[in-house]
């Protein structure tokens, strides 16, 4: 597992063993997170060269800010994603979160400050359901979680009851739409600041590594000392958290919420589209927050250019589609050690390269 | 030799068929006490009784089509896989079809054509997910994206209507005698149909057994792979086939029933008794379940149960009766209180959870 996952924050320093015998072009595919910024730019650029509002100031400002939601819920997803879960209730708990809080903004003009940890610890609890059922009913994750992405927007619709929020007081649109400074919103700094302080944790913690250790191998994490049962339990509540806090990003962002705030947008699919797409895999143990988060701005690029392009806007999730496609086709090559070249070509005349039901060895 | 062979099945097989078998009967007593509670509770349920048209019978036709959905993915989640994009393909079936028939084809015709297509479709998701040998769960999450964005461009900014009505009581809301629905026979035909399919097939057993396996299923030379692709070319002509039912009930092509088809289908499913890992569960316990699901919600709305706590109920069931099927599967050995003991024990070592299909 360290081998060929060195997790995060390394982007710079490509690992010595993929550097040996692949071609540049091969070592940026391995390097997801570069990948990710220079198609990113790539869109950009293309976009831009066609549609000269682009790339100018108040757009760029707009999409950084209007990623954040879902680049705030995709570092949760990696993190239940490292130990082989998944979350499908972020959606619903985002929905929770933003008219919890919105509505006591709308009813007695809080201030955000306060709303934040309201949010969190809504997150958490939300989260630490989650992380319970799973650990102590055994329940498959993506079970446990399809049934409370349904319980939790009933809680959503108890707390709106045909009410929805519609005015914040301006000091939120504020923050969830105004620059702090140049082209930067405000709304970026919430999200550099969980995905630094997440990066870190599981670079350099105790707690992150056993992150990795339970999602490579879980028995193996059990014997070597790890605590499993608590290192799933918190990662599930991490994961509520953080979704908790971007409920609370959306509130600030779109000024309004109600009853399908989160569960309408299928938000939770994209989340986990922006994890795969990140680089991290279902199977548990390998990737990290850095390319999710990318992944997220590169989502939301793809997504705005497909509206400039003239496409229909029914096609911008057929985009997040076939972007997923090719995203998990790159991870099950790198898994296998062969580069995503040699496979395919492997492919085309015929002889796959990999053996029925073959991982990494772990 | 054939005689010994009958009678040693080992005594590990003979515990596991109780289990699936106690656990529709639990079923049926659950719908029993759901009917006779909202029979003596709510004065409404039954309508005009029997013979009315707003009796229980008739509720049917708002829950059908879901678990015509669900009998499509029990055959995927049988194999051990998933296949989160029936919702979407029931959309884009529907107004596929629609399309078809406004484009000036004869309506029975546009139907069979988009059945065919809609196979194709769940074939080319099976050739990816298992020629590349990538987790359904996110492949058939792509398809359900580029579905559901086909779906909306094709019928462009009006959803296609004026279907024809034969069609429209055929497949919708037509009855016999006018009490029972024919969806509701349609949908007898269909779960009697993957009975005989999954219990008494060759291929049926396959199934089975390569979601209990896959492994020993590929040295005892089951085709896998062939097996998986037929089950999701299943899983899309079902769903597929439930938009159509969906088109005809409603009069239009519905493109936006996505999330809210495919999250009580796979409920039904699961509820039913089918492992979500694959390899056990009986289809009974998945018709069961669909009508236990689908009679909760027009029951709880006319109990006067608000539309909220309704539809938490079924989470909430989904929940309780998996974490009770849990602690009661003999199959996990010892008594009960020593496995009620074993959740909470942290010196046993934890199985990882893992998403569906992975390696």
């Known amino acids: ?362 | 030799m054939s005689v010994p062979a009958e009678t040693q099945t080992s005594p590990h097989e003979v515990r596991r068929l109780d289990t699936d078998k106690r656990w529709v009967l639990s079923l049926v007593a659950i719908l029993v006490a759901e009917l006779l509670f909202f029979n003596f509770g709510v004065s409404t349920f039954w309508g005009g009784g029997w013979g009315s048209s707003v009796s229980m019978l008739g509720d049917s036709e708002t829950f059908l089509f879901t678990s015509v959905i669900a009998l499509g993915v029990m055959f995927v989640i049988f194999a051990g896989d998933i296949d989160l994009s029936v919702g979407a393909m029931s959309g884009f079936a529907g107004v596929m079809m629609a399309e078809f028939h406004i484009g000036g084809m004869n309506i029975w015709v546009a139907v069979v054509i988009s059945l065919l297509i809609a196979a194709l479709i769940g074939l080319i998701q099976g050739l990816i997910i298992t020629y590349f040998k990538l987790e359904s769960l996110l492949v058939t999450l792509a398809g359900w994206f580029i579905l559901q964005s086909a779906a909306v461009a094709w019928e462009g900014p009006a959803p296609p209507y004026n279907l024809p009505k034969h069609f429209e009581s055929l497949l919708g809301t037509g009855t016999i005698g006018g009490t029972v629905p024919n969806q509701l026979v349609i949908f007898a035909i269909l779960a009697l149909l993957a009975m005989l399919i999954v219990h008494r097939t060759r291929f049926g057993r396959r199934l089975v057994l390569v979601g209990y396996n896959r492994d020993a299923a590929g040295y005892a030379g089951v085709r896998v792979s062939v097996t998986r692709i037929r089950a999701f070319m299943l899983s899309a002509t079902f769903a597929a086939f439930a938009g159509l039912c969906i088109a005809a009930t409603y009069g239009t092509a519905r493109d936006d029933l996505g999330p809210t088809l495919l999250l009580p289908a796979i409920t039904a499913v699961v509820l039913g008794g089918v492992d979500i890992f694959g390899g056990a569960g009986l289809v009974a316990g998945v018709v069961v379940a669909s009508f236990i699901l689908g009679w909760l919600t027009p029951g709880l709305l006319q109990d006067g149960v608000g539309d909220t706590v309704t539809n938490m109920s079924i989470g909430v069931l989904l929940l309780v009766s998996l974490t009770v099927k849990g602690i009661t599967d003999r199959r996990q050995g010892g008594s009960f209180r020593e496995r009620l003991r074993g959740r909470f024990d942290t010196a046993a070592p934890t199985a990882p959870p893992t998403a569906p299909d992975t390696p």
């Open chain 1, 1 to 362: 597992m360290t081998a060929d996952s060195p997790p995060i924050g390394r982007a710079a320093v490509a690992p010595a063993t993929s550097a040996t015998r692949s071609s540049p072009l091969g070592r940026l595919v391995r390097r997801r997170e570069l990948l990710l910024v220079v198609l990113t730019l790539v869109v950009f650029v293309v976009t831009d060269a066609v549609n000269s509002g682009f790339g100018q100031g108040g757009y760029i400002s707009f999409m950084l800010a209007d990623a954040m939601p879902l680049a705030i819920l995709a570092v949760g997803q990696t993190i239940v994603c490292l130990v082989r879960g998944i979350d499908l209730s972020v959606a619903t708990v985002l929905g929770v979160a933003a008219v919890a809080t919105g509505f006591l903004a709308q009813d007695y003009g809080s201030s955000v400050w306060l709303m934040l940890p309201l949010a969190l610890a809504l997150g958490i609890g939300l989260g630490l359901i989650n992380g319970l059922f799973v650990v102590f009913a055994r329940i498959p994750p993506i079970i446990v979680t399809l049934g409370t992405l349904i319980v939790y927007l009933g809680i959503q619709q108890l707390i709106c009851n045909t009410r929805t929020v519609v005015t914040v007081p301006t000091s939120y649109a504020t923050f969830g739409n105004g620059n702090l400074v140049g082209d930067i919103p405000y709304m970026l700094v919430p999200g550099v600041v969980v995905t630094v302080i997440v990066a870190f944790a599981l670079w350099r913690t105790t707690w992150g590594r056993a992150l990795y250790a339970v999602g490579a191998n879980a028995e193996a994490a059990f014997r070597a000392g790890i605590r499993v049962n608590w290192v799933l339990i918190s990662a599930y509540t991490v994961c509520g958290m953080l979704a908790g806090l971007g409920g609370l990003a959306w509130l600030v962002h779109y000024d309004s919420a109600d009853y399908t705030t989160g569960f309408a947008t299928n938000i939770n699919l994209y989340s986990i589209a922006a994890v795969l797409i990140g680089g991290t895999t279902l199977t548990g143990g390998k990737g990290g927050v850095v390319g999710s988060f990318i992944a997220a701005l590169f989502l939301e690029v793809t997504i705005q250019a497909v509206v400039l392009l003239g496409i229909p806007e029914a096609w911008e999730s057929a985009a997040v589609g076939i972007l997923l496609l090719a995203a998990i086709l790159v991870n099950r090559y790198q898994a296998s050690g062969h580069s995503l070249f040699q496979a395919l070509a492997g492919h085309l005349r015929g002889r796959p390269q990999l053996e029925h039901g073959s991982g990494p060895a772990q």
